[in-house]
């Protein structure tokens, strides 16, 4: 599940950055806060740079001291990233100065739970509940623990009560109400619920037209409905807005799906060059994607450990775990893919995508009924696992 920075915000582009003086934080900070914002909304890494660049300036300007919204600022910048070590301490740097402060204890959790510390997030974000109580804040973060522990239905009514929060919101707040139908769009379609799918994606785009994330879950329905003329118009219109390399990823894997294999290869190899353009450029943010890429899409096994690896030394999440796993098994490697898969299913993850992943390694190590049974699981949590789905 993909996470909103709820509290964010945007950087001025750097055409009259000239005229700040070297005492003017506050200013860098709503910049950074601005690009944050838009990233959020439109899924362009571009603000992501630029949110950076603002803080250091912040914080040159004003010393991290003193600068506590500098620090927040750089956790929240971590965290898109990917640097969730990173983003821990700064967020930790900030709570010890500050106990109890509700932005500190967010990205605190935000950083244990992406670096695979679920008793951590648990500890951190139960504290954050006693300061916000139930809110737009909280219910998505805990709704989130609940799918890692398979209290999938736990989840759902959070983050519907989220949604139904979103929408009383004064002055409205399209982006956050946009952001939640999308995530109960994404449960329901993993489940099987195509139906209820649907209706939350098109309620996402009708809140915030052309939200990045909505077209993508609707283009993957689209994909999983066999209406492979619309699913492709849905990533070109994507792609042209937002020219990510997942995106390109996902419409290589829905021609192969549809047969196509010569249109497949053509965004295969675009998604490639771009994944291996973001690390050249000393972006982390890619390597559990290219873990998937190679090991699913092109099927290159020992480039998909070589990533899963890097991927791995970053979190140790049960997607991280399951894109080791994978990995591992394509490459051969039964006895650590079979013991990496059980770790991604040890918190008792109801996920149909890991439980199937872990039902093919028990199978390659001759573990028939064990990987029937799973294959069950994978089944009852999602009766359409076997559809088109994304790599995410």
């Known amino acids: 599940m993909t996470f909103l920075l709820l509290a964010a915000g945007i950087l001025a582009s750097g055409g009259f950055a000239w005229f700040i003086t070297s005492h003017d ?4 900070n709503q910049s950074a ?35 506590r919204a500098g620090l927040i600022l750089r956790a929240r910048a971590a965290l898109a990233a990917h640097r969730f070590e990173e983003a821990r301490c700064d967020a930790g740097r900030v709570r010890a100065l500050v106990p109890g402060n509700s932005l500190a204890l967010r990205y605190l959790g935000d950083a244990w739970f992406n670096l695979g510390d679920y008793n951590e997030a648990a500890q951190v974000w139960n504290e954050l509940l006693a300061v916000e109580k139930s809110s737009l804040v909280t219910e998505p973060r805990l709704a989130q623990l609940d799918l890692i522990f398979g209290r999938d239905e736990s989840a759902r009514q959070r983050l519907e009560a989220g949604l139904k929060a979103a929408r009383r919101l004064t002055p409205p707040a399209p982006e956050i109400v946009a952001w939640f139908c999308v995530q109960v769009g994404e449960l329901a379609f993993k489940s099987g619920d195509w139906d209820t ?44 807005r937002c020219p990510r390399p997942e995106f390109m990823q996902a419409r290589g894997d829905l021609h192969a799906f549809a047969g196509q294999p010569d249109a497949a290869r053509r965004w295969h190899k675009m998604a490639r060059e771009a994944y291996l353009a973001s690390v050249d450029q000393g972006e982390i943010v890619y390597f559990h994607h290219l873990a998937g890429f190679f090991a699913a899409s092109v099927e290159e096994p020992q480039q998909a450990v070589e990533w899963a690896r890097r991927d791995f030394a970053l979190r140790h999440g049960i997607t991280a775990c399951d894109a080791l796993a994978w990995a591992l098994h394509k490459a051969g490697h039964l006895a650590e893919a079979r013991a990496m898969s059980e770790r991604a299913l040890a918190t008792g993850t109801r996920d149909p995508h890991l439980l199937y992943h872990a039902a093919m390694i028990r199978m390659a190590a001759g573990d028939i009924a064990g990987g029937a049974a799973l294959t069950q699981q994978a089944l009852e949590a999602n009766p359409r696992y076997f559809g088109f789905h994304v790599h995410r």
Do not use: C, M
């Open 25 to 28: 934080a506050a200013f860098w």
């Open 33 to 67: 806060d601005r690009q944050l914002r838009l990233l959020a909304t439109t899924g362009d890494l571009a603000h992501l740079g630029k949110a950076r660049n603002a803080i250091t300036h912040s914080l040159a300007a004003e010393s991290a001291s003193t600068n």
């Open 197 to 240: 799918a649907g209706t939350h994606y098109d309620a996402a785009l009708a809140a915030q037209p052309d939200y990045y994330s909505a077209l993508d879950h609707q283009a993957e329905l689209r994909g999983a409905q066999g209406r492979y003329s619309e699913a492709v118009e849905l990533y070109t219109r994507l792609i042209r």
